[in-house]
């Protein structure tokens, strides 16, 4: 009964939505970000993605196998090109890689040590996602972007928090000392690291940084 609660609200929503998303726009005002949020007290989606925060700073406790599944098949089933699903997805728990990979990162980078609060490279999620690319598609980047926002929104509305990391995929890329940990996600030939996620329960409650809602624009 919840769920047709639920999905009669998305619908609702949806209609109430639709004549505002079209190009000539009907001579109506777009809704304004306050506005927008206003309606997450009423759909659980516009909620999750109006409240989601990149979160920076983490709790030891890691999480569960079962529920990075629930997020990994969310992140799968984005759309994406021709169906092509041209992504490589490797999961990191194993603390022995993350802090081994982060001792490397250290010894280049001995001032981030410096910071009490520092445990790990990787915001000091328990958990990471690596994501590849296909090399040889042309779009294949925008379906894992695709992809890690299914999974960051997943996660969210899970009460499990998250951070898009390009920093340590470069780290991993170009440093010699790295290559082992490289190696180590197997990662397909033809694909290439693009960026990965940090994932665990989050220590720490950011405010919303503003959105500019002017470079949106409803072609007449």
Same mark, same amino acid.
């Given at each position: 009964?919840?769920?047709?609660?639920?999905?009669?609200?998305?619908?609702?929503?949806?209609?109430?939505?639709?004549? @505002?998303?079209?190009?000539?726009?009907?001579?109506?005002?777009?809704?304004?970000?306050?506005?927008?949020? %206003?309606?997450?007290? +009423?759909? !659980? #989606?516009?909620?999750?993605?109006?409240?989601?925060?990149?979160?920076?700073?983490?709790?030891?406790?890691? #999480?569960?196998?079962?529920?990075? !599944?629930?997020?990994?098949?969310?992140?799968?089933?984005?759309?994406? *090109? %021709?169906?092509? %699903?041209?992504?490589?997805?490797?999961?990191?728990?194993?603390?022995?890689?993350?802090?081994?990979?982060?001792? #490397?990162?250290?010894?280049?980078?001995? =001032?981030?040590?410096?910071?009490?609060?520092?445990?790990?490279?990787?915001?000091?999620?328990?958990?990471?996602?690596?994501?590849?690319?296909?090399?040889?598609? +042309?779009?294949?980047?925008?379906? &894992? *972007? /695709?992809?890690?926002?299914?999974?960051?929104?997943?996660?969210?509305?899970? *009460?499990?928090?998250?951070? &898009?990391?390009?920093?340590?995929?470069?780290?991993? !890329?170009?440093?010699?000392?790295?290559? +082992?940990?490289? =190696?180590?996600?197997?990662?397909?030939?033809?694909?290439? /690291? @693009?960026? &990965?996620?940090?994932?665990?329960?989050?220590?720490?409650?950011?405010?919303?940084?503003?959105? +500019?809602?002017? =470079?949106?624009?409803? #072609?007449?």
């Amino acid at each position: 009964m919840r769920k047709s609660m639920r999905k009669l609200k998305s619908m609702a929503m949806a209609a109430l939505l639709f004549p @505002l998303a079209g190009c000539g726009g009907g001579g109506q005002q777009a809704r304004t970000i306050a506005e927008t949020e %206003q309606e997450s007290a +009423d759909n !659980q #989606v516009i909620e999750t993605i109006m409240t989601r925060r990149s979160i920076r700073q983490y709790k030891p406790q890691a #999480v569960d196998r079962d529920t990075m !599944q629930i997020i990994l098949n969310c992140g799968i089933n984005a759309p994406n *090109g %021709q169906n092509k %699903q041209s992504w490589a997805i490797r999961v990191v728990d194993n603390p022995e890689y993350i802090n081994g990979i982060t001792e #490397v990162y250290k010894k280049k980078n001995p =001032k981030a040590a410096e910071d009490p609060s520092f445990k790990n490279m990787f915001r000091n999620a328990p958990t990471v996602v690596f994501i590849a690319s296909d090399k040889s598609y +042309d779009f294949s980047q925008v379906d &894992c *972007g /695709l992809l890690g926002e299914n999974m960051v929104l997943s996660a969210w509305s899970m *009460g499990i928090g998250s951070c &898009c990391l390009g920093s340590p995929t470069r780290f991993m !890329q170009t440093e010699p000392e790295a290559a +082992d940990y490289l =190696k180590r996600l197997n990662i397909p030939e033809g694909y290439e /690291l @693009l960026y &990965c996620i940090a994932f665990g329960y989050p220590d720490e409650a950011p405010a919303a940084k503003p959105r +500019d809602a002017a =470079k949106i624009m409803f #072609v007449e």
